[in-house]
Nanobody, 116 residues
Framework: VQLVESGGGLVQPGGSLRLSCAAS????????MSWYRQAPGKGRDLVAA????????NYADSVKGRFTISRDDAKNTVYLQMNSLNLDDTAVYYC??????????WGQGTQVTVSS
């Protein structure tokens, strides 16, 4: 089982990034997918989530209207489009796969740094 995040990097305030999380080793379409982030010295917080087949999504209040989560089951990939980035978005971003039977997997994380 693998979840591999990519797309992080350094961006200026107001900029955009698109994160990807490529899954392998399990039936991706059977899993709800989420993005979490962890800033230095803080806990890991939910950013956005999408259910199987993309039936519904939900977002942390701090990112509503700026971030969009999506999934492509044909590519076993979940995305996080991040627009209007600000300094508070600086964190390591992780993807999580979870199903209704309690099975879950984490990726290794990708660093997003927003700085002028």
């Amino acid at each position: 089982v693998q979840l591999v995040e990519s797309g992080g990097g350094l961006v200026q305030p107001g900029g955009s990034l698109r994160l990807s999380c490529a899954a392998s080793g399990f039936t991706f379409s059977n899993y709800d997918m989420s993005w979490y982030r962890q800033a230095p010295g803080k806990g890991r917080d939910l950013v956005a989530a999408i259910t199987r087949a993309g039936r519904s999504t939900n977002y942390a209040d701090s990112v509503k209207g700026r971030f969009t989560i999506s999934r492509d089951d044909a590519k076993n990939t979940v995305y996080l489009q991040m627009n209007s980035l600000n300094l508070d978005d600086t964190a390591v971003y992780y993807c999580l796969a979870a199903n209704i039977f309690g099975s879950s997997f984490w990726g290794q994380g990708t660093q997003v740094t927003v700085s002028s």
